[in-house]
């Protein structure tokens, strides 16, 4: 039997404000331990960003009569190995008005079961010459 040096990985836990430092000890592909973490959301999150590391997407889509852009995120993370290929699924979006939050603009992207959704209305047509400010 072969033994393997583990390798420890140093990560700054993002799950909430505290900001912990984490050290986490991989070998053979699993982690064998996590140290730093104050609470268990950080020994999770150690986990899956060494395992499975996963991020949520935000875009910008034209659309053809709308003056501004639509704004669009996935509605979960998505594997970090992605990113790239669900940003250009979202660039070859074609998306019509009306457009209302939470819309989804691209189901289930790249076969990852997570939506493209709307981040904001786009009405039919701005209105224009109202005399109305916003």
Known sequence: MSESTPDVRELICINCPMGCRLQVTVEQGQVRTVKGNVCARGDR????????????????????????????????????????????????????????????????????????????NLPDAPCQGSGQTA
């Open 45 to 120: 999150y150690a986990r899956d960003e060494v395992l499975n590391p996963k991020r949520m997407v935000t875009s910008l889509i034209v659309v053809p009569g709308s003056s501004e852009p639509l704004s669009v995120k996935t509605r979960t993370a998505i594997p970090k190995d992605r990113i790239f290929d669900c940003l250009k699924a979202i660039r070859a979006c074609q998306v019509r008005l009306p457009v209302r939050i939470g819309d989804v603009i691209l189901p289930d992207v790249l076969g990852t079961g997570v939506d493209v959704v709307a981040t904001r």
